[in-house]
């Protein structure tokens, strides 16, 4: 059973355009949200990260929106260059000593130019 | 850099094989990671480690067991390689307690033929 659900799991989009990336999950229990950015042959990098105490959280071009109620997460990528093509991961983990990360099944990104 | 090395970076190896990849740490992080990615499925838990000698076992740890004796380094061991167990391997950390993120080797790709 899939914790965390992603989509889409393609994506591609203009130079310029915004990248959406959508995550929901089930469990409430999960406090700790972050997205990884990996390139091919290297390991998942965090890129940004979210509690659900906060509805949004923005770092240069990404952004993190975030719906307690509704039990979803987005990246958006504003701008989106060649350089962000990658898979990105959604993630979620509840607190504590050797909490676990749960992982969406990733998303392609192409950015054309 | 998370001051993670993961070895073999690329290992080939036959059905019944026992097989151990290595992961190690440069930093004296208490918790470590074992995922394995395939397509479709995201990031899946192996096993980690809380603490020297400390190990539970995560979503998809069949066919698979791990040790830790020092600090630094972390052990997955196949100990008869299957098929289904080809995939990429990573190890990962976590830099203290609370609401902190996993921090990733870049991989092993193991091959079972």
Redesign the interface.
């Known amino acids: 059973q899939q914790q965390v659900k992603?989509s889409p799991q393609s994506l591609i989009v203009q130079k310029g355009g915004i990248s959406i990336i959508n995550c929901a999950y089930e469990n409430t229990a999960f406090?700790?949200f972050?997205w990884?950015q990996q390139f091919p042959?290297?390991?998942?990098?965090?890129l940004i990260?979210i509690?659900p105490d906060v509805s949004e959280k923005k770092e240069g071009r990404f952004t993190i929106s975030f719906n307690k109620s509704a039990k979803q997460f987005s990246l958006h990528i504003m701008d989106s260059q060649p350089g962000d093509s990658a898979t990105y991961?959604c993630?979620a983990s509840i607190?504590g000593?050797?909490n676990?990360?749960y992982?969406?099944?990733?998303t392609s990104l192409t950015v054309i130019p | 850099d998370a001051g993670i090395t993961q070895s073999p970076r690329h290992k080939v190896t036959e059905t019944g094989t026992p097989v151990t990849l290595r992961c190690h740490q440069t930093e004296n992080h208490r918790y470590m990671y074992w995922y394995r990615q395939d397509p479709g499925h995201g990031l899946r838990l192996i096993h980690y480690s809380y603490g020297v000698k400390d190990t539970d076992k995560g979503e998809v740890s069949d066919g698979y067991s791990v040790s830790r004796s020092k600090t630094e380094d972390f052990l997955l061991t196949l100990e008869s390689a299957t098929s289904s167990q080809t995939s990429v391997y990573f190890c990962a950390i976590r830099k203290g307690q609370g609401l902190t993120p996993l921090h990733f080797g870049n991989g092993t790709r193991l091959t079972v033929t």
């Open positions: 992603q406090d700790y972050p990884y042959g290297k390991g998942p990098a965090l990260a509690r991961f993630a607190s000593p050797g676990q990360f992982f969406g099944t990733g």
